[in-house]
């Protein structure tokens, strides 16, 4: 059984900095992706970015510049920084993992509240 459990998180003012992480556990060898959606009230969950086990990543157009993804292999672990917050920002964060295939090994971190205030 493979767990993400997810932390970081809060209450942050516009232009502040957040960060999340993201560790999983189990019987899992690794991982091809990690990466980070978000769901705000009322929308669809979308992508926020994600990082390949060889370390390239893809961030959604609205979050580049300002957020950043690492991973340490080693640690199953995924991180997302988020710096100059908007309140656009404001979402439930999910972390996610799969390796191949996709259909069989897709994981869900329990998600994380962030609020930014203007």
């Known amino acids: 059984q493979v767990q993400l459990v997810q932390s970081g998180g809060g209450l942050v003012q516009a232009g502040e900095s957040l960060s999340l992480s993201c560790v999983a556990s189990?019987?899992?060898?690794?991982?091809?992706?990690m990466g980070w959606y978000r769901q705000a009230p009322g929308k669809q969950r979308e992508l926020v970015a994600f990082i390949t086990s060889g370390g390239s990543t893809n961030y959604a157009d609205s979050v580049k510049g300002r957020f950043t993804i690492s991973r340490d292999n080693a640690k199953k672990s995924v991180y997302l920084q988020m710096n100059s917050l908007k309140p656009e920002d404001t979402a439930v964060y999910y972390c996610?993992?799969?390796?191949?295939?996709?259909?069989?090994?897709?994981?869900w971190g329990q998600g994380t509240q962030v609020t930014v205030s203007s």
């Open positions: 189990g019987s899992i060898f690794s991982f091809n992706a």
């Open positions: 996610n993992a799969w390796r191949m295939p996709k259909t069989m090994y897709d994981y």
